[in-house]
C-alpha cells in the first residue's frame, strides 16, 4: 500500500512540475507536501544502500530544525529544491519500455557478435553504445548492458569481465558530465545557476577526451589489437536479420539526438524551466516511441515491470535525495553556512579565480572516504557560489564539480556505478573502482586541469 501511494506522489509530482508555470499561484506548497508524502511512504521500505545515508540526513535536519527553530518554509524549500531529480528518474526509466518491447538488446547482441575481429574495436563499440543508452536512459542502462553483452564476451575476449566492466563503468560515468537528465549535471545545475548551454560544450569536448583516454589506455596496456577469439562469428545472420539490427541501432542514436536537440531549442526559447524541460522532453518522446509499438505483444507487460520495478528506482531516489535537499538548506539557513564558507574563503583569498582547480581532488578524496559525490557536490558548490561572485565564474565552477563528480564515480568503491558492477561481475568494488579505473581516473584528472584553464 505505502508503494502504491509513493509511486503514485512520484508520477503526480513530475506532472506538477511540468505544469507549474500554468497555475495561477506558486504550487511549490503543494509539491512541496507531495515530496513529503514521497519521503514518509518510502522510508519503510528503503534499499539497504540507501537507508542508511537517508536515515543520516534526516536524523541531522531535525537537530537543526529543533536547534534553530526552522519553519515549514524552510522544511518546504529543502524538499522542493530535490525533489525534481526524482521526477526526471522516474520519467527517463520510461525509456525502457521500447526497448525491450523492440527486442533491442538482442539486437545489440546480435550486432556484436557479427561485427568485430579485434579487441580494440570491440571496446570502443562497448564505450559508444553505453554512451548513447545512458544519455537517456539514465542509471539503468548499466545492469542492463551488462546483462546483454556478459555472455557473448566470454567466448570472445580473454577476460570479459574486466573489459566489458571498465567500458560501462567509464562510459557511462562520462555521459554524466553533459547529459541534461542526468543527476549529476542537474544538480549542478541547479546549485551553480549556470545553463546548460553554457557547460555543453565544453563538457561533451571533454566527454569525448576521457572516452579516448579510455580507449587508448586500454588499448596500450592491456588489450594491444588482440583479436577477438575464432568461432563466435561463424554463425551470422542473414543478411535481413542484420540490416533490421543497424535499423535498431540508429534509432537509438536518433532518440538521443532528439532528446538533446529539443533540449536546445527548449532553452534557447526559455520555454519551461532547466528541469521541467527534462521532464516535458522525456515523456514527449518516449511516448511518441513507445506509440510506435503500439498492439505489439509484451507491451502490457512492459508497462507493468515499469510500473512496479523501474519507479521502485526513483523511489528509492527520492528518498535520499530529498532529505539531502531538507538538510542543506537547514545547514544553509540555521547559520552553520557561514562557519563552512570560512574554510573557502581562505583558500579564495590564497588561489583567486584558481579556486575551481581545488573542487576535483576534494570532490574526489571525499567520495574515497565514504562521502557520497553528490553530497560533496551539494555543499562544495554551493559555499563557492556563495563565496566568489565573479560574473561568468559559475560556468568554470559547474566544469569543476561535474569533472570531480565524473571521476568519484568511476573510482569511489561506494559509487552506485562501481557497486553495481562490482557485484554483477563478481569483484570487490575496490578492485573494479581503484584497481580497474584507478590509472585512467588519474590521467583523466590532470587532462581536466590542463583543459580548464586553457578554456
Known sequence: MLQTICKIAILATSGLLVLAPLFPQDPSNVTGAAGLIILLTSLPTLGSSYKRPTYLFLALSVFLFVKYRLSWEVLAAGVNSMLAIAAIVAVLQVFAIPIKVGNYDRALERYLRANYRKEVSLYVFLHLVTHVLGSFMLFGCVPMLFSIFYEPLEKMVRDARRFLGTAISRSFS??????????????????????????????????????????????????????????????????????????????????????????????????????????????????????????????????????????????????????????????????????????????????????????????????????????????????????????????????????GGVISFVISPLAGTVLTISRMAGYSSREVGLGWNGLFSLVFLLEGFLFLLLI
Request: aromatic share 8%; hydrophobic share 55%.
Open 174 to 403: 562520462l555521459v554524466t558530465l553533459w547529459a541534461p537528465g542526468t543527476i549529476n549535471v542537474i544538480l549542478v545545475l541547479q546549485i551553480t545557476g549556470a545553463k546548460w548551454l553554457q557547460v555543453l560544450l565544453p563538457a561533451a569536448s571533454l566527454a569525448l577526451l576521457g572516452l579516448l583516454t579510455s580507449v587508448l589506455l586500454e588499448s596500450k596496456l592491456r588489450l594491444k589489437e588482440h583479436p577477438v577469439q575464432a568461432g563466435i562469428v561463424e554463425a551470422e545472420e542473414d543478411t535481413g536479420t542484420l540490416k533490421e539490427d543497424i535499423k535498431k541501432i540508429r534509432i537509438l542514436v536518433l532518440i538521443a539526438v532528439t532528446l538533446v536537440a529539443s533540449l536546445v531549442i527548449m532553452e534557447s526559447f526559455h520555454v519551461l524551466t532547466s528541469t521541467t524541460r527534462v521532464i516535458a522532453a522525456g515523456l514527449v518522446i518516449a511516448f511518441v516511441w513507445i506509440m510506435s509499438y503500439a498492439g505489439k505483444p509484451g507491451l502490457a507487460s512492459a508497462w507493468r515491470t515499469y510500473w512496479e520495478n523501474s519507479v521502485l528506482v526513483a523511489r528509492d531516489l527520492a528518498a535520499l535525495f530529498i532529505a539531502m535537499g531538507i538538510f542543506a538548506e537547514a545547514v544553509h539557513q540555521s547559520g552553520l553556512f557561514v562557519y563552512l564558507q570560512s574554510g573557502i574563503n581562505s583558500s579564495a583569498a590564497l588561489l583567486g579565480q584558481y579556486i575551481f582547480l581545488l573542487i576535483p581532488p576534494v570532490l574526489i578524496l571525499l567520495s574515497l572516504v565514504g562521502i557520497h559525490p553528490f553530497i560533496s557536490i551539494l555543499l562544495t558548490g554551493k559555499m563557492l557560489v556563495a563565496t566568489v561572485q565573479i560574473p561568468g565564474y559559475e560556468v568554470y565552477i559547474a566544469l569543476s564539480l561535474l569533472l
